[in-house]
């Protein structure tokens, strides 16, 4: 090959090369020894464990319809289901995965009939170790070789496309593994990491860092990254381990980190690489979705670089998470002492514009299924879980939820299997209701403008009760940006409570829209809640309010028709 000492470039023409020749760079290092590797650039790999590169065309460019458009805005419901394609369903022994073709005719419907309005797929960048799910990868630009060829990929998105579905990839940035085919000492020396294993290597994983300072290296993260939207027609990407790119001492104790030239503990160049990049690809998609895993409080993730942000549309909001779930953990009784878990999302809910996330990382490594963090018997657990959906898909944010969370399945998550599909064979199982209920409650949240196109302002958000600490009650209005209202009343106590009065603001008639309690999703009403008149009793600041029987462990939508519109307040 020649080297061309200006740009760092080196290069080689050889003719009458085939699309599927297989080919390896045979490079003799700074140490005078020769090294096989992979080609960082190549478009597709063999499967593993061999690191063989394989020539293949260049795809060509995707532009986004106008629905696909119109589903990425602000004021758009977004609703995520997060897949593993590996294991989300598995062939009829259970062993090989399904390719990219199977699950355009399987997953894709799916997501559709469900009601989701985008598909996240974990990343699917070439990686040598199933267990890491993809976010260790080896070849950032070459689809992975386990469900099929890079044109099938690109099938698969357009027929998402095509069912009405966004999708969104994984990126991982932050991190790639020591394999001796991949780009760790590439030349010899660290070419593509940080020199000094206190910048260079995560402890967490046993991964080393990208240079962040080096040009080249920025190019090609940021080449990759516009590459799946460009060219495989990716609506957004999903950025993995943000923190850990942009704290010089993220997981690092005292003595074990480099500080920036201020003496300070934030990756400077690493923040310059993610403005640069979300800038790149807003100026490619200016509609592009760019959601960032980021698990601390740092300021602007979601502000344009202009203003001093990170230039992402979405930040995953792991505080509402992890607060919300160690509340369900715990015993009814004990709640009340815990209330502001509940509360404390809305006090920082639009400092960024946040996806409340249930993703992957909660349902593995031992931490157990959604359904067996909640607490209480089987049934209390169902109904926990079920007026938990509730309360987040009315919550301000967008919404994100791991494959397996909709069928409230017992076991943690398995890569090396399937879904336990056969808890929703039986129709009347309380895990088909579950199912149900998630179906229902993006169909209600894409049909109710209250729930999604104003979610980004404070205006679209008033608490109604917010101290009722003692029966585990919280009842706010979400408002559409015409003012249309929605009441929204979540319990979490395992008794009815007849003869509830609630404040509101207009007077009128009062009717469940959802009730995560109906027996249609494995709940004990059986009957229609009759329309509710609202009686001029003044309560909790309002001067009308509605007497009704809040169900045990459960969350209720009402619509409101007001009697007139002077008596709105």
Avoid at 89 to 96: E, G, I, L, V
Avoid at 263 to 282: D, K, M, R, W, Y
Avoid at 497 to 526: E, P
Avoid at 528 to 545: D, E, R, T
């Amino acid at each position: 090959m020649r080297h061309h000492p200006e740009n760092g470039l080196w290069e080689i023409f050889l003719p009458a090369i085939q699309a599927g020749t297989h080919y390896q760079y045979e490079i003799l290092d700074a140490k005078g020894e020769v090294q096989l590797k992979s080609d960082p650039y190549a478009f597709r790999s063999q499967l593993r464990p061999d690191t063989t590169s394989i020539v293949s065309l260049l795809p060509k460019q995707r532009h986004p319809t106008a629905q696909q458009i119109q589903s990425n805005q602000r004021n758009a419901p977004i609703s995520i289901y997060e897949v593993h394609l590996g294991s989300w369903r598995r062939s009829a022994n259970n062993h090989s995965w399904l390719t990219y073709r199977e699950l355009a005719e399987t997953l894709l419907p799916y997501v559709k009939e469900m009601g989701f309005t985008h598909l996240e797929i974990l990343p699917i960048s070439e990686h040598p170790f199933d267990g890491s799910w993809g976010y260790q990868p080896l070849g950032i630009y070459s689809p992975t070789s386990r469900f099929g060829s890079p044109q099938d990929l690109i099938d698969f998105v357009d027929e998402a496309h095509r069912l009405g579905i966004n999708v969104i990839l994984d990126w991982v940035p932050g991190h790639f593994p020591s394999d001796n085919s991949g780009l760790a000492n590439f030349d010899g020396t660290p070419l593509y990491e940080y020199a000094d294993p206190k910048e260079g290597k995560h402890r967490d994983w046993d991964t080393l860092i990208y240079d962040y300072r080096s040009h080249e290296v920025r190019q090609f993260l940021s080449d990759n990254a516009a590459y799946w939207v460009d060219r495989f027609g990716f609506d957004g990407l999903r950025v993995d381990a943000v923190a850990s790119m942009i704290y010089r001492d993220y997981s690092r104790p005292d003595g074990e980190w480099i500080a920036n030239e201020y003496g300070g503990n934030i990756n400077l160049e690493a923040v310059s690489f993610l403005q640069h990049t979300n800038e790149l690809l807003h100026r490619i998609q200016p509609n592009v979705l760019m959601a960032a895993e980021e698990s601390t409080d740092f300021s602007g993730v979601t502000l344009p670089p202009s203003l001093g942000g990170l230039g992402f549309n979405y930040k995953w909001n792991m505080g509402w998470m992890h607060d919300t779930l160690s509340y369900l953990q715990l015993d009814p009784i004990a709640r009340k002492y815990h209330h502001n878990k509940m509360t404390f999302s809305v006090m920082y809910a639009w400092s960024e514009n946040y996806i409340l996330p249930l993703s992957h990382d909660e349902v593995v490594h031992g931490k157990g299924s959604l359904l067996r963090k909640m607490s209480g018997s089987p049934d209390q657990k169902f109904a926990t879980l079920r007026a938990y959906y509730g309360f987040m898909w009315a919550h301000p944010g967008k919404k994100l939820l791991f494959m397996g969370g909709e069928i409230a399945q017992w076991r943690e998550w398995d890569h090396d299997g399937e879904l336990d599909w056969h808890l929703v064979d039986i129709p009347t199982s309380p895990h088909a209701g579950v199912q149900r209920l998630i179906r229902d409650l993006n169909v209600t949240y894409r049909s109710t403008p209250a729930l999604y196109d104003n979610d980004h302002n404070e205006s679209s958000f008033e608490w109604v009760i917010v101290d009722d600490h003692d029966n585990s009650v919280f009842a706010f209005i979400r408002y559409a940006e015409n003012g249309d209202p929605l009441l929204v009343i979540s319990h979490f106590t395992p008794v009815t409570r007849a003869d509830y009065r609630i404040g509101v603001r207009l007077h009128g008639q009062y009717q469940v829209l959802l009730n995560t309690n109906d027996s249609r999703y494995g709940g004990s009403d059986k009957h229609p809640v009759a329309p509710i008149s609202s009686q001029p009793i003044k309560a909790h600041g309002c001067q009308y309010s509605i007497a009704l029987t809040l169900p045990p462990l459960s969350t209720l939508y009402l619509t409101i028709k007001p009697a007139t519109k002077k008596n709105k307040e």
